[in-house]
């Protein structure tokens, strides 16, 4: 919903902190600081056409060669109608063992391991 809604306005949080969220009573996770983001009218890309716009941007951590920082790329982002900004950013920062996360699944239940058991390496 991020980064594909009817609006075509590609919404990508660059501060990925965990006290950036909090659950509510239904168990529904909000964002409740978006003082931090980028913004992307996907519209205007396909109107514009420039070159790469409608091929897909895998972040890559760039500037840390060695995963130990999240990082970005503006100008990628705001040239690509589509990107994994927002997987890659929750994965390395909240969820993965990489040093500038928050390690939230650090103790995944046997039984969700071995229901789906590609989970460990996905997140290393």
Not at 18 to 39: T, Y
């Amino acid at each position: 919903m991020l980064s594909k809604n009817s609006l075509a306005l590609a919404i990508y949080p660059t501060d990925w902190a965990a006290e950036n969220f909090a659950v509510d009573h239904a168990g529904v996770v909000r964002l409740v600081d978006m003082e931090n983001i980028v913004l992307v009218n996907q519209t205007m890309l396909a109107v514009l056409r420039t070159p790469g716009w409608d091929r897909f941007y895998t972040s890559d951590n760039y500037g840390c060669p060695h995963n130990e920082c999240f990082s970005f790329s503006i100008p990628s982002l705001c040239s690509h109608a589509m990107t994994d900004h927002n997987y890659h950013a929750v994965c390395g920062s909240l969820l993965s063992p990489s040093p500038y996360s928050s390690n939230l699944l650090h103790s995944i239940p046997q039984e969700v391991v071995a229901r789906q058991t590609l989970l460990p390496r996905l997140l290393d």
